[in-house]
């Protein structure tokens, strides 16, 4: 992807999705409908996954970022199956990475309280091949976006 325009569009989209094509063709200078053309071109590519809005988690209640490294002892595909499915049905898991190193996932999740990170722990560790668990605790968050660096590519 190397099209100035196209790149232009995405940055715009990613610090405002629900900005109409008049208002991002004024700002590059292109018609509304090359606007509207080129976007449904970039969403059946798969460059737009979705738009959505971002909430404020502690506005809602949500007082706890958690961000927790689970091992597991999974040798069969239907017990990774099995793992992999709980963790998405959790609502309170953000972002699930499977990663590298000593541990096998990270799952970012958000909770009202300590009782509430309490009961997912517990929730955790009946997911059977999960060996171990690792929480951390956020303190301050000093940056959260969603916004892809767009401008070196």
Request: glycine share 4%; proline share 4%; net charge positive.
């Amino acid at each position: 992807m190397n099209d100035p325009i196209d790149i232009a569009i995405l940055k715009i989209l990613q610090d405002n999705g629900r900005i109409s094509n008049v208002e991002i063709a004024q700002q590059i200078n292109l018609s509304s409908p090359a606007v509207h053309t080129r976007i449904k071109k970039m969403e059946r590519a798969g460059l737009i996954k979705s738009y959505a809005a971002i909430l404020n988690p502690e506005k809602l209640l949500f007082k706890l970022t958690c961000f927790i490294s689970i091992g597991v002892q999974l040798h069969q595909a239907d017990q990774l199956t099995g793992f992999r499915k709980s963790i998405v049905a959790m609502p309170e898991v953000m972002e699930c990475y499977n990663i590298t190193g000593e541990y096998d996932y990270l799952i970012k999740v958000v909770v009202p309280n300590r009782k509430g990170l309490q009961v997912l722990v517990e929730e955790l560790t009946r997911i059977t091949g999960v060996s171990r668990l690792y929480t951390r605790i956020v303190i301050d968050e000093l940056k959260s976006t969603t916004a892809l660096p767009l401008d070196n590519i």
